[in-house]
T-cell receptor, first 113, second 111 residues
């Protein structure tokens, strides 16, 4: 079935460690997004990419990095520079012609110990 | 993008219609109104969107006021599985398009 796959679903890391969250889509969508969600809060945009080999910072990009080497993949690295990395991370994608209709993955929950 | 105001929470009886309001008084002429919902610990799900006219699909109906300053999402026969946070998001298109999610409305459907 077509969709967006995020992995891992749950991840624990020690302070000072970098961690990479995977996001893969087989929907042939052009655009991909990473959001962060904290308890009781809405979603905040970290990075987004409209096409391969191009990406833009969202509202809270500090401490994060991304790459878009392939259309179907948009991994997010949470670096040690991110002061409060514990959160629920959501990846999304959409085709260029469907503007606001984002398709979301099931999320990755990161806990820093 | 326009700012939005939504109730923090609402309750609805199972089988009854759920009417979720959203105020977006600063919406511009080229901004659509999108609605999403998020069931606990899952990714958000697109529901419906509109520009000026009322819209209906298999999930819900969207009523937009004539002045476009507010809208209402209607779930005609709410079920327990409709318990979720509902987000109202005005946004325009363009090459650097993105959605901004606020805190939304927590709809609780009670048996």
């Amino acid at each position: 079935d077509g969709g967006i796959t995020q992995s891992p679903k749950y991840l624990f890391r020690k302070e000072g460690q970098n961690v990479t969250l995977s996001c893969e889509q087989n929907l042939n969508h052009d655009a991909m997004y990473w959001y962060r969600q904290d308890p009781g809060q809405g979603l905040r945009l970290i990075y987004y990419s409209q096409i391969v080999n191009d990406f833009q910072k969202g509202d809270i990009a500090e401490g994060y990095s991304v790459s878009r080497e392939k259309k179907e993949s948009f991994p997010l690295t949470v670096t040690s520079a991110q002061k409060n990395p514990t959160a629920f991370y959501l990846c999304a994608s959409n085709p260029r012609q469907l503007l606001g209709e984002l398709f979301f993955g099931e999320g990755s929950r990161l806990t820093v110990l | 993008d326009a700012k939005t105001t939504q109730p923090t929470s609402m309750d609805c009886a199972e089988g009854r219609a759920a009417n979720l309001p959203c105020n977006h008084s600063t919406i511009s002429g080229n901004e659509y109104v999108y609605w999403y919902r998020q069931i606990h610990s899952q990714g958000p799900q697109y529901i419906i969107h509109g520009l000026k006219n009322n819209e209906t699909n298999e999930m819900a109906s969207l009523i937009i006021t004539e002045d476009r300053k507010s809208s209402t999402l209607i779930l005609p026969h709410a079920t327990l599985r409709d318990t979720a946070v509902y987000y109202c998001i005005p946004t325009s298109g363009g090459s650097n398009y993105k959605l901004t999610f606020g805190k939304g409305t927590l709809l609780t459907v009670n048996p």
